[in-house]
């Protein structure tokens, strides 16, 4: 016969066997402390006696002894009265207890008790006094209490146990139906999320408790989840539509070459045309890769310290050239020493990137700033231009792949030359601010290296 589910799962079990060893643990508790306190109220009573009854005359000792006994109808008390030589003058107790030390606190001793109903060994609390005639006096109780007590724990435990295991039993299928439950809907969430539906997430009870703070990561990881698929399907999309174009420039120019061209001159000219279309489809491929290889590097052995004066002077003398001849002023300036943490050649790599759009967008007989400054504890590379700027609406969206603006439709290039400065930004841990007031500014923000 098949189990029920519930009773299967490690909840139940072990909420079953935590609860039954709670209520062993709680019992024994119980009882040490019970056992404890009679003890240590038994062993004061002893002690209190014996020095109640060595403080008497010798006459009235034997008296006291007698009460003592008389008034015992549960027959646990004892005393005996022993000469020096230990024979034994009156009381109840056969001889002086082996090992009993005298004038010491109350211990355990074994004697032998004798009375109208005969001779019967037991175990005892005793303390044992000498008295100024030379004479020992002892004084013990039967510990049988300690085992009654015992036994009625016992007793209780094995009322209580059915009781308690049986509670047991329904805290635990109840939790353990809980938590079935919300495993089972999270399941067919799972499924509905694996059969293609992103927007799916895991309900919050908003609790704080562990499986709530579960849900948060698991819906974070889902959400990011849902922006890369959007984003990979967006991208396979404008791949198909940016290589299209110059692959279907090639292979018309291809074709017209076939069927037109007459001479040498311009067969050579119709593959001129093809090469350069196939050149812009490679161009494009070669920077997805680089995007992909630097978005999925995970390694920093290429990290140093490096000086963002020397980077920056370094890319304005390679773009000096270039400004110059589209007639734009490029100006480099850099304050101080600063220096970050990274890998030198990616850095230079994403400055190169942002320092080439803004030489490409800046009319001429306009200006370009490259510098590098500090600013609350953070080095900052600054490219400010004089060109026509990036809209409030577009600075979310041009780090995308393949994206382009209305003012850079007639430029050559493929659209991803931010896309790699964003994932070199990411590989770093540094941010990449737009923004525009008289053109556009460009930042590469660093946390400065700890001292």
Not at 105 to 123: L, N, P, W
Not at 273 to 286: K, V, Y
Not at 332 to 357: H, K, P, Q, W
Request: proline residues 3%.
């Amino acid at each position: 016969m098949n189990l029920p589910d519930f009773i299967r799962t490690t909840t139940f079990r072990w909420t079953s066997i935590a609860f039954a060893v709670c209520i062993l643990l709680f019992s024994a508790f119980v009882y040490w402390e019970a056992a404890s306190y009679m003890l240590a109220k038994m062993d004061a009573a002893i002690s209190e006696e014996s020095l109640a009854i060595a403080g008497d005359t010798p006459d009235r000792q034997l008296g006291a002894i007698d009460d003592r006994l008389s008034e015992d109808p549960r027959r646990v008390k004892l005393a005996g009265l022993f000469g020096a030589d230990g024979h034994r003058i009156a009381g109840n107790v056969e001889s002086l207890p082996r090992g009993l030390p005298l004038n010491a606190t109350v211990q355990t001793a074994h004697v032998v008790r004798i009375d109208q109903h005969g001779h019967e060994a037991m175990a005892v609390r005793a303390v044992a006094r000498r008295l100024p005639d030379d004479n020992i006096l002892v004084i013990a109780r039967h510990n049988g209490e300690l085992k009654e007590l015992a036994e009625a724990v016992a007793r209780a435990l094995l009322l209580a146990l059915p009781v308690a295991f049986g509670l047991s039993l329904a805290i635990g299928a109840i939790l353990s139906v809980r938590v079935q439950r919300r495993v089972t809907s999270l399941n067919a969430l799972v499924r509905r999320i694996l059969s293609g539906n992103l927007s799916e997430r895991i309900p919050v009870s908003g609790l704080d408790h562990p499986f709530d703070k579960l849900a948060a990561v698991a819906n974070g990881m889902l959400d990011d989840i849902q922006v890369l698929v959007t984003e990979m399907a967006g991208v396979g999309n404008e791949i198909a539509h940016d290589l299209r174009t110059p692959l279907t420039r090639a292979r018309v120019c291809l074709e017209r070459g076939r069927a037109n061209a007459t001479t040498l001159a311009e067969l050579q000219g119709v593959t001129d045309r093809a090469i350069g279309a196939l050149d812009q489809s490679l161009t494009i491929i070669t920077a997805l890769l680089r995007i992909t290889e630097i978005e999925n590097s995970r390694g920093r052995a290429n990290f140093s310290e490096v000086s963002l004066a020397e980077l920056v002077q370094e890319v304005g003398d390679l773009y000096d050239p270039i400004a110059e001849d589209k007639q734009v002023t490029l100006h480099i300036a850099s304050e101080g020493n600063a220096t970050v943490y990274c890998d030198r050649d990616l850095l230079f790599e994403a400055v190169m990137n942002l320092v080439d759009n803004a030489v490409k967008f800046t009319p001429a007989g306009g200006s370009i700033n490259i510098a590098s400054v500090h600013r609350q504890g953070e080095n900052i590379i600054r490219i400010c231009d004089t060109g026509p700027g990036i809209g409030e609406s577009e600075r979310a969206v041009v780090t995308r792949r393949f994206y382009r603006s209305d003012k850079s439709r007639n430029t050559q290039g493929a659209g991803l030359g931010l896309s790699l400065v964003s994932a070199i930004m990411k590989l770093h841990g540094f941010r990449l601010a737009l923004n525009t007031a008289t053109g556009c500014v460009a930042e590469i923000i660093c946390p400065a290296p700890a001292i």
